[in-house]
Nanobody, 129 residues
Framework: QVQLVESGGGLAQAGGSLRLSCAAS????????VGWFRQAPGKEREFVAA???????????YYSNSVKGRFTISRDNAKNTMYLQMNSLKPEDTAVYYC???????????????????WGQGTQVTVSS
């Protein structure tokens, strides 16, 4: 059973930065496709970023248009952890951020919540103007 625990959320000012972490346990992290999603009050959960798994590279990265160029997703397989570096934060980035994982996923729907079976509990990110 895969377990995911997010950390690093909090309050930031517009233009500031935060780094989220997601620690995984219960499986072989290097074989997971992993992603970040967020959900603001009254809105559906939306895709933020994802990174594929690979035996020979760091994995391919994918971003939503709303965060491309501001956020960076990365993974450290030795530490069973993935990260989301968020720069140039905007008030509209305010949401609960969730990490997600799916072992051996090699499809193309990284941006779809249904592609992932394992989720963290979420961490709140609030950006003030």
């Amino acid at each position: 059973q895969v377990q995911l625990v997010e950390s690093g959320g909090g309050l930031a000012q517009a233009g500031g930065s935060l780094r989220l972490s997601c620690a995984a346990s219960g499986g072989t992290f290097s074989t997971y496709a992993v992603g970040w999603f967020r959900q603001a009050p009254g809105k559906e959960r939306e895709f933020v970023a994802a990174i594929s798994w690979s035996d020979w590279s760091a994995g391919d990265t994918y971003y939503s248009n709303s965060v491309k160029g501001r956020f960076t997703i990365s993974r450290d397989n030795a530490k069973n952890t993935m990260y989301l570096q968020m720069n140039s934060l905007k008030p509209e980035d305010t949401a609960v951020y969730y990490c997600a994982a799916e072992p051996y996923y090699s499809g193309t729907y990284y941006y779809v919540p249904g592609a992932y079976n394992y989720w963290g509990q979420g961490t709140q990110v609030t950006v003030s103007s």
